[in-house]
């Protein structure tokens, strides 16, 4: 089996953890889930962690060939469209962003001039696609549940899950955004488990679960298939239904989840400016989450 090497880049902030994935051989290299500073109380962007990638990435004379996304993320938002100016790449997610825009098109208000076709993507990746990495054999597998678009991606020996799964000592994504479904992602987890047990998982975020004192983010599909305290090996699908949804109903919605829903349906991209040259997030009151 092919090893890519992976470098992780952990952002304390948002509790993301994002990739630079690369061929030793050809030097080509994909990155997953970037990360665009945000602070909310202020509106001001600012793009450390993502030029911490660049940093890494010309430091070991690596060309990207991939800027992939698991998801529309919303906990952060993708700095996507900076790291593609600074460094190339084709910006990928899965095809279901269409359902995403549309969903979230609505929310927003969006004006016309917001395509619900994924057009802000470079490429769409649909369940089974193969693609390459350099030399390297990779696959998008659908894995929704989460939320509609959700993708795995598997480049050699490692998958990478996006919030599909965490460590197994936390468990499995929430499913309550909408589109999201628990039974759909009890079934998307198990094509990942499916996978050959050594496979390298990587995640793209940990919390830091009581009685753990360091964040950790790569594990093996074996290690969860035996030990995720969600879905282990013998959790059948109408118990973890039944759990995934109690624990659901009990979480508030994440802390940036109106921007960064807004600016990654977008590709990572701002809302257009409006006639006094500003761009603006909305906010929508009372339509999001249930407090």
């Given at each position: 089996?092919?090893k890519p ?24 290299c ?16 600012h793009?450390?962690?993502a ?17 992939l ?7 952060h938002?993708?700095a996507?469209p ?5 460094l ?9 962003i269409?359902t995403?825009q ?9 004006d016309s001039?917001f395509?619900r ?8 990746f649909e369940d089974?696609?193969?693609f ?16 509609p ?5 598997v ?8 919030d ?5 000592d936390?468990?499995t994504a ?7 479904d ?5 079934q ?5 488990f ?8 990587f995640?793209?975020?940990d919390?830091l679960?009581?009685g ?6 790569e ?9 995720n305290?969600?879905?282990?090996q013998g959790?059948?699908e109408d ?5 995934r ?5 009990e ?26 040259g500003?761009?603006?997030l909305?906010?929508p ?7």
């Open positions: 089996m092919q090497d992976v470098k992780a880049f952990f952002d304390p902030d948002t509790f993301t953890v994002s990739y630079v994935v690369s061929d030793p051989a050809s030097r080509q994909a990155i997953i889930d970037s990360v665009l500073d945000y602070n909310p109380n202020s509106g001001r962007t793009t450390t962690s030029e911490q990638i660049i940093d890494y990435v010309r430091d070991q004379s690596l060309t990207v060939q991939w800027l996304e698991t998801h529309v993320h919303a906990d938002l993708s996507a900076f790291l593609q100016e600074q190339g790449g084709k910006l990928a997610i899965g095809g279901h269409r995403v549309e969903t979230f098109a609505k929310v927003f208000n969006a001039e395509q076709d994924g057009s802000q993507f470079n490429k769409l089974g696609d193969s390459t990495l350099g030399g390297i054999e990779a696959r998008a597998i659908h894995t929704p549940g989460h939320t678009a959700c993708m795995t991606y480049i050699g020996d490692a998958v990478f899950v996006g599909t799964l965490f460590m197994p936390y468990g929430r499913c309550d955004f909408p589109g999201g628990s039974r759909t992602l009890y998307s987890v198990q094509k990942i499916a996978l050959p047990e050594n496979t390298r998982m995640l793209c975020h919390y679960p009581e753990r004192s360091e964040y950790i983010w594990t093996t599909v074996g290690e969860q298939l035996r030990n305290i969600h879905i282990h959790i059948n118990d973890f239904v039944a759990m949804d109690k624990r659901d109903a979480l508030d919605m994440p802390r940036l989840i109106l921007p960064s829903v807004q600016v990654n349906m977008r590709g990572g991209h701002m809302p257009p400016a409006e006639d006094n500003i761009q603006y909305k906010i009151i009372n339509v999001v989450g249930r407090r």
